[in-house]
């Protein structure tokens, strides 16, 4: 990248705008995941709250089918219109899905149509998540400068936490202040997806008035941008995102996006004492990210991922069957955090690393695709595995699923080169 034609101001700027509107779109899609142990029963009239989770979680996971589809398709056109643009129309697609979850009548008042309609937003959200990571990844990864490549890219997931803080923050407030545990089931859980969608305007014009990326511009002559085609000259860049990421977005969504449900139904902790568990464990999972992103500017990206492919296979068992037997929450807490840090290791450069195997001409899609693919098939379907084991009684089995695939991705880390030292974004 020509660094000198992008001032100070509008790099900070740019990674404001990105990260706030990468905020709103990972908050719209976890409110669905904080509120499902709330309005599950609206849509599947089920006696048994585990059936009930169980769909829920189904249609969670359906909703990451279409994933592959958005990386491929906001993918295409980051590369060939601009990434601003594929920025913008994400986001609006996901402010459509929320609404309509927000609107959606329950399964009493018009029956099968209920959860029909609730599948359909799922997909809508499913297609814009799964462009908003490819671009806002290419996004950040190009604004920064060469040195601090890894503290700006780190703030993809420090939103992408943060989005699900802000969801966790609203369902503490409507809990404990605003609503009776009645009022959250019967209507309450409407709230979220309704401020989702007021957010999304916010994130629409934060977007509207963002730079272009030099890398990008300073390609857009090149006829072969954003397709399949062009994408598949570099299998060995593909197969080492789908490697990566394997066990990392299985980690993440256990000890994120499951954990709050986990709490409840394993530890037997209240729902408000989950949710609170979850928020400050998040919170300062977020904290951690910058800290990681610079420390591998310093270092080099293959150690942290080298550290938590070796702590994640060695640690994960161990962790999640103490949290199964513990009954403290404190001590709860404590297990988070621990595998908190060592996911750290992966989240916090992910998607610098995966920016730094593509040229610009085929970035957003390289980025994107593959890894949507890879979280569809391993991250959508974490939550319904774990608890389709927990039904059959095999819980612990679904502990040593995450660690086989960890150590997966620990030796697709120890083969591969340190994107540091030889990344494509120095080419721009």
Known sequence: MNTTQITTSQRIKAIIGGSIGNLVEWYDWYAYAAFAIYFSNSFFPDSDLNAQLLNTAGIFAVGFLMRPVGGWMFGSIADKIGRKKAMTLSVLLMSFGSLLIALTPTYETIGILAPAMLLIARLLQGLSVGGEYGVSATYLSEMADEKRRGFYS???YVTLIGGQLIALGIQL???KIVLTETQLQDWGWRIPFVVGAFLSVIALYLRSSLHETEAFKNKTS???KGT??????HPKAVLTVVGLTLGGTLAFYTYTTYMQKFLVNTVHLSKEQSTLISFVSLFLFACLQPLFGMLSDKIGRKPLLIAFGILGTVCTVPLLTMLSLITSAWAAFFLIMIALVILSGYTSI??????ELFPSEIRALGVGFPYALTVAIFGGTAEYIALWL???NMESLFYWYITACILFSL???ARMKDTKKISELDKD
């Open 154 to 156: 780190s703030f993809q």
């Open 173 to 175: 407030i409507l809990q």
């Open 222 to 224: 090149h006829e072969k």
């Open 228 to 233: 399949i085609k062009e994408l598949l000259k």
């Open 350 to 355: 992910n998607a610098v690393v995966k920016a």
């Open 390 to 392: 927990k039904k059959m």
């Open 411 to 413: 030796i697709v880390y």
